[in-house]
């Protein structure tokens, strides 16, 4: 009897947001009258896909416990980490008991708070059939240089970059395999890259310019204005 592939996501929600020079970290920030994090779960529970969702919280997090989406019947606390890779192995292994090595996971940052089921959905039904995975990302329109110090040293082929996005893709078992053997390598700052390590080549998936990372103060007003405008 074949087992039905399940879809889990991820979410390492335990990091500070040190740039956004607020009270707070960013995914408690306010925006459109509920906080950062709230947003982005919802519209990850709304996708109807998952199974369930694990998030990564800091065990010194004062605010998740506050918020009602904690509570939900398929939201899964999990502890963060010091860095996103080890909030990510956390989360991966509050789920050991129920995932499968073949299920899917697609890890997606608590701070892209206006990631549509359309780009949900595109990156299941284009990776699903896929040996690794994948992650949605975007192409690059600037010109990209290259700089040591303050100097331009050369110019960097744009066709050959994109600028990686969440969420991002890859099958429970070679995900988590692959993050226990990368556990404390820095080079290891997405999930991709942690497989790349290990010899593969994950997929590229052009997902939608409005899936944006909530980085800066006026990424508030911004990610606003999209969601004001997205009919998903």
Partial sequence: MTTAIKFW???????????MNADRPKQYLELAGKTVIEHTLLRLLSANVF???AVAISKEDPYWPELEVSGHEQVITADGGKERADSVL????SIRDLASDEDWVLVHDAARPCITATDINLLIDTLRADEVGGILALSS??????????????TLDRSHIWRALTPQMFKYGSLK????????????TDEASALELQGLQPKIV?????NIKITRPEDLALAQFYMEHQND
């Fill in 206 to 210: 052009e997902g939608r310019p409005d």
């Fill in 141 to 154: 329109h600037d010109t990209l240089k290259d700089v040591q110090g303050k100097n331009i040293v050369g």
């Fill in 9 to 19: 996501a991820v979410v390492p929600a335990a990091g500070v947001g040190k740039r």
């Fill in 177 to 188: 395999n692959a993050l226990e053997i990368a556990e404390g390598n820095p080079a290891i």
């Fill in 51 to 53: 199974t369930a969702v």
């Fill in 90 to 93: 956390s989360a991966l292994k």
